[in-house]
């Protein structure tokens, strides 16, 4: 199963947030946008790091934001949001964060599936160096597509 859909309107770049709660409800909004999940969603995403910490740091810079399938989630969606201005999450190694990578799906397997393929996209280092100075939805979009099929930038 491929990654969700990345349409426009759950691209945000150069956004400016105060701290790590802005930064994923910039990508839950995102989200939300694209009519992949309403505010609940946003709002669980804020509370699974409230409650588990700054495991959605995954590597230097980045972080992906997500939740729980629940009834909040509308479609399989992606948000990609680059900050202006990098936040901390707490995380030891791997902040500040200067991109958010927001993901929803409907099915458990789904977000396993959805997870593997943006670790394909991820394992080329320039990856989130790329997405974090990419200057239009349009490089966003041409990241995030090169990595998942394997071809170059």
Known sequence: MPLPPLPESAIALAARASDWREAVEFAGTA???????????TARMVEMIDEFGAY???????AL????PGPDVLADGLSVVTLAEPVSFGHPHN????VVIGLAVATPDEHVTSVAELANIFNDPGAIPALAGAATVAD????MSAGKEGTDR
């Open 31 to 41: 989200l939300e946008r694209s009519g992949a999940t309403t505010h609940s969603y």
């Open 56 to 62: 959605i740091v995954i590597a230097p810079g980045l």
């Open 65 to 68: 934001a997500h939740a729980r």
């Open 95 to 98: 902040d500040p964060v200067g």
């Open 140 to 143: 966003v979009q041409r990241i």
